[in-house]
C-alpha cells in the first residue's frame, strides 16, 4: 500500500513511514506510452544474444553491452530481484542491520548454494565506493527512492538499470520492475517463471479457502505519528484482495495523504475482519495493548467476534506485505493464509 511501514531502501530502507503496492512496467518493456521498448542490436563478436541493450530512463540512457554476470544493488527490493533470478549480488546495502536475515531470503540464499550477502554499510545512503570496488557489469536501482541523487554518481561505475519516470518510485508493480531487470540482465523468460510461481501460490491460496470470497477487512498499521487506514479505495488490489477479500465501504472516506484514524472514530475499522499490525512497536502512537483495550476498539462487530488479528512484524511480514517483491510474495501468502482462516471463522 502506499504509507511505508518499514523503509527498507527498496524504496529506502529501516523504520519510518505503505503497505503492499503496486502499477506500470517503465523502462524495458511496454507497459504504459512512458515505456520505451528495448530494441536489442545484433550482438557483436563474443557478445550475448540479444546484447547490447539500449535503456532509457528518467535521467539518461544506459547501455548493457553484454549479458552481466556481477550485479549490484542499491536496494532491498533489488537484492530481492537478483536472487529471485537466481543471482547472488557481489554487494547490497546491509538493511537487516544486524538483525536476522527474512526467513524468505535465507531460503533463497540456501537454494542458491548457501551463498552469504556481501554488504555495504547504507547508514548514510548508497556506499558508491564499495559498490565502484566491487567492478559490477551492472547496477539495479528498481526499486529506490534515492535514484534522482544516485544516479549520477552510479553512472560512471557501471549501468544503472532503473526507472523511466520519477514516479515510477513509488508506483511500479513489483511484476514490472522484475521484468525490467530481468530484461537488463538476459533473463525474461525466468522473470516470467517467477511472476507464474508467484501467481500460481496465491490462486492455489484463494481456491483452497472460498471462505475468503467477497469477505470486507480492513488493514490498519499503527505508526508513529497515526493509527493507519491502509486498505483506502484507492490503494491497489494487494495480496488480500486476490486472495478474495474486498474493501469496505468505509474505504471510500480514505486516501494516500488522508488515512489517519483518530481513537474517537476507531469505528471506521470495523469490517467482516479487522488486521492490525504494530511495526513500530514502543515507537507506535498506540501501544497494542492500549488500543486493544479501549472501549470502541472492543465494541467493534470484528473484535466482539474474533474476526481480528494482529500481523506479526517481528518475522518481517508486515513489512513484506508493505513491500511485495518477487522473494517475498509466496512466502507472504503461505504466512498470511492461516491467520485469515482463523479471522474469518472467528477462533
Excluded at 530512463?57 to 547501455?63: I, L, M, R
Excluded at 542499491?74 to 544486524?98: F, K, M, N
Excluded at 525466468?190 to 475468503?212: G, S, Y
Aim: proline share 6%.
Amino acid at each position: 500500500m502506499s504509507v511505508p511501514i518499514r523503509q527498507r531502501r527498496r524504496p529506502a530502507r529501516a523504520l519510518a513511514a505503505a503497505v503492499a503496492a503496486a502499477a506500470c512496467l517503465g523502462l524495458l518493456t511496454s507497459c504504459g506510452d512512458d515505456a520505451t521498448a528495448t530494441k536489442d542490436k545484433p550482438a557483436a563478436a563474443g557478445a550475448s544474444t540479444g546484447f547490447p541493450v539500449s535503456l532509457t530512463n528518467a535521467w539518461g540512457t544506459t547501455e548493457v553491452k553484454k549479458k552481466p554476470v556481477k550485479v549490484a544493488t542499491v536496494s532491498d527490493g533489488d537484492t530481492a530481484i537478483a536472487l529471485a533470478l537466481g543471482i547472488v549480488p557481489v554487494i547490497t546495502p546491509d538493511v537487516e542491520d544486524g538483525s536476522p536475515v527474512p526467513e524468505y531470503k535465507q531460503r533463497a540464499l540456501d537454494k542458491l548454494g548457501g551463498a552469504k550477502l556481501k554488504t555495504y554499510d547504507d547508514t548514510d545512503g548508497t556506499a558508491y565506493e564499495a559498490i565502484a570496488a566491487e567492478a559490477p557489469d551492472v547496477i539495479l536501482g528498481m526499486n529506490t527512492w534515492e535514484m534522482d541523487a544516485d544516479y549520477a554518481k552510479l553512472q560512471p561505475i557501471a549501468p544503472v538499470v532503473t526507472f523511466t519516470d520519477k514516479a515510477h518510485a513509488d508506483t511500479l508493480t513489483w511484476q514490472d520492475r522484475l521484468k525490467t531487470a530481468a530484461k537488463a540482465l538476459g533473463l525474461s523468460a525466468k522473470a516470467d517463471e517467477v511472476i507464474a510461481a508467484n501467481e500460481k501460490a496465491t490462486t492455489d491460496a484463494a481456491a483452497a479457502h472460498p471462505e475468503f470470497k467477497g469477505k470486507t477487512y480492513t488493514y490498519t498499521v499503527v505508526h508513529p505519528e497515526q493509527v493507519s487506514f491502509m486498505s483506502y479505495a484507492d490503494q491497489d488490489p494487494g495480496v488480500f484482495e486476490k486472495l478474495g477479500f474486498a474493501k469496505t465501504d468505509k474505504a471510500k472516506n480514505y486516501a494516500p495523504d488522508k488515512n489517519g484514524v483518530s481513537l474517537e472514530n476507531l469505528d471506521q475499522l470495523d469490517a467482516d475482519v479487522l488486521l492490525v499490525t504494530y511495526p513500530f512497536g514502543d515507537r507506535g502512537v498506540i501501544s497494542a495493548k492500549d488500543l486493544e483495550s479501549n472501549k470502541l476498539f472492543q465494541s467493534l462487530n470484528s473484535v466482539k467476534g474474533k474476526h481480528f488479528t494482529v500481523i506479526p512484524s517481528d518475522n518481517s511480514l508486515s513489512s513484506a506485505i508493505a513491500y511485495p517483491d518477487p522473494l517475498s510474495a509466496s512466502w507472504v501468502v503461505e504466512q498470511l493464509t492461516p491467520l485469515l482462516a482463523k479471522a474469518v471463522a472467528g477462533q
